[in-house]
């Protein structure tokens, strides 16, 4: 009998689950290069306990934590050219599994041959490591050639990688709802700047949700320095648990209205990955095309601005004080809200991007649960082609945005 996904089944992403198998189907950020040193490192994805490692052939492998041979954890494991060996008894597995060496049997035994431990495809990008869970995944579709991640010319930058202890929806499904922007992110109304205009919560910008091919994306707007142009400022979401947004040089710099006349030029990405029901990890990259050499360095500290005010000595409350700090002001809303499917809505009318993001979520759930390939899944035939998301902050022509709402 064919079982009807809900927004219930989003949350839950172990082995055998709808949305766990739905998220085996595409690659997974795993790592940033930079942190895979010379000792493995333990991680957990889609609630499994897995080691990933460099050999010193440079291979990547992603196996699983507990040694097939007793248990011990190859997190302690030591790292040799043909792969990982087991503290405990000396099993030594290369980055596809395979055990090649047991040194307590005899010699001549061929058992260390009938052992596949469990392992998963890796591939590195831009500064990122990618892997495919899918149990008996030999061959994984193409790793999406994101843009961001693979364009020359421009600056990249990873972010620190962040982690956080709610479900991964929570984080999502904040990028389909604009308007919390003027309101739990606002800033001083009259300091004068672009975004203290735009996300004024007196004047809350309009917006479209609209559906893309790779997923969908909401666009905020307000009337522009012309009657047939506007300020836009486009938030994407692409499958399956990925974030794009265009703003971030004019939100973080404090710019004034007249430098959005030139239009958005760094694309800030952000792969979630969770790690089981109640933690995800999210991998960051900056990638900009504009004129401004010193601009990865501008923008490293505007990214830790501290909440402002003191902490109150009776202030019992974990995350506050909050406010002025966009990441903490997130963490505390959307770490609070329970997870969908449990918790009591009264969903709004601009709710209407979070609303599109659940069905487009729960669709590409039940086409993986279906056995179909799921949007935002490659075809070999689409491996070469460069994956962009949409994310333009600045002043346009009223049609574009126009156009594009009408076709969905
Ligand atoms: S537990 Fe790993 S080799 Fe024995
Ligand atoms: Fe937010």
């Not at 998963?120 to 991640?149: H, K, Q, S, T």
């Not at 205009?197 to 893309?212: G, I, K, S, Y």
């Not at 800030?268 to 933690?279: A, G, K, S, V, Y």
């Not at 990865?296 to 505007?302: D, G, R, S, V």
């Amino acid at each position: 009998m064919s079982y009807e996904i809900t927004n219930a089944d989003i949350v839950r992403v172990g082995p055998g689950t709808a949305a766990g198998e739905w998220f085996r189907r595409y690659w997974l950020a795993v790592s940033t290069a930079k942190e895979l040193r010379d000792i493995p490192l333990g991680l957990k994805i889609l609630g499994e306990n897995l080691v990933l490692f460099r050999d010193l052939k440079g291979r990547v492998g992603l196996v699983g934590m507990h040694c097939p041979h007793r248990g011990s954890s190859l997190e302690y494991g030591d790292i040799e050219e043909r792969g990982i060996r087991c503290p405990y008894h000396g099993w030594l597995f290369d980055v596809a599994g395979n055990c090649l060496e047991q040194p307590a049997e005899p010699k001549g035994s061929t058992y260390h041959q009938k052992i596949k431990h469990i392992s998963y495809p890796v591939r590195e990008l831009g500064g990122l490591i990618f892997a495919y869970l899918r149990p008996d995944g030999d061959d994984p579709p193409p790793l999406p050639r994101y843009r961001p991640l693979v364009e020359q010319g421009g600056q990249r930058q990873i972010e620190e990688t962040r982690a956080y202890d709610y479900n991964w929806f929570n984080f999502i499904e904040n990028g389909a709802d604009p308007v919390h922007f003027s309101i739990l992110h606002r800033s001083d109304p009259n300091d004068g700047t672009w975004r203290s205009w735009f996300f004024d919560f007196r004047d809350v910008p309009a917006f479209d949700a609209v559906e893309t091919e790779y997923g969908m994306k909401v666009v905020s707007h307000k009337p522009g320095p012309t009657a047939d142009t506007e300020y836009v400022d486009e938030k994407s979401f692409a499958l399956p648990s990925i974030l794009q947004i265009g703003d971030t040089e004019f939100t973080h710099f404090k710019r004034d209205r007249s430098a959005l006349l030139d239009g958005s030029r760094n694309e800030h990405i952000m792969f979630l990955t969770p790690n089981d029901d109640e933690h995800f990890t999210l991998f960051t990259v900056n990638y900009y095309t504009g004129p401004d050499p010193d601009f990865i360095k501008k923008l490293a500290p505007t990214r830790s601005t501290a909440p402002q005010g003191e902490k109150k000595e009776y202030d019992k409350r974990p995350l506050a004080p909050f406010r002025g700090s966009v990441r903490r002001e997130d963490m505390a809303t959307q770490g609070t809200q329970g997870t969908i499917g449990e918790r009591a809505e009264h969903l709004a009318s601009s709710d209407r991007g979070v609303i599109m993001l659940r069905k487009i979520i729960v669709n590409a759930i039940q086409t993986a649960h279906a056995g179909g390939r799921p949007r935002g899944v490659l075809t070999h035939a689409e491996a070469d082609k460069s994956v962009r998301f949409d994310s333009f902050t600045g002043v346009r022509p009223v049609a574009v945005r126009q156009k594009e709402s009408a076709r969905t």
